[in-house]
Nanobody, 128 residues
């Protein structure tokens, strides 16, 4: 069982930055594909970014490409989401997720159904 805990959410002005972290204890993340998703109020959960087990491959939604960066430090069992140039439409609860489907899941980082474990989320609010 992998328990994921997100942190780093909060308030930022439009144009500002926040860095989210997703950590686990008692298990290692190095064997998992990792993703960040978000859910805005009244909307469904959407893909934000994904990363391969060693960090060599990343994928982003068009809405955040060029502004957000996903990275991981397997030694620290932590995945990060650096969010720059925040916009009000980035306001949402952000979730990290882990997938054990490493043999075939890499092309599908943007699909919720490949992920086995989810964190409880952290709120990000970007004000105009």
């Amino acid at each position: 069982q992998v328990q994921l805990v997100e942190s780093g959410g909060g308030f930022a002005q439009a144009g500002g930055s926040l860095k989210l972290s997703c950590a686990t204890s008692g298990s290692t993340l190095s064997g998992y594909l990792m993703g960040w998703f978000r859910r805005a109020s009244g909307k469904g959960r959407e893909f934000v970014a994904g990363i391969s087990t060693q960090g060599s491959v990343t994928n982003y939604s068009d809405s955040v490409k060029g502004r957000f960066t996903i990275s991981r430090d397997n030694a620290k069992n932590t995945v990060y989401l650096q969010m720059n140039n925040l916009k009000p439409e980035d306001t949402a609860v952000y979730y990290c997720a882990a997938s054990s489907r490493t043999s075939y899941g890499l092309p599908y980082l943007d699909r919720e159904n490949i992920y086995d474990y989810w964190g409880r989320g952290t709120q990000v609010t970007a004000s105009s």
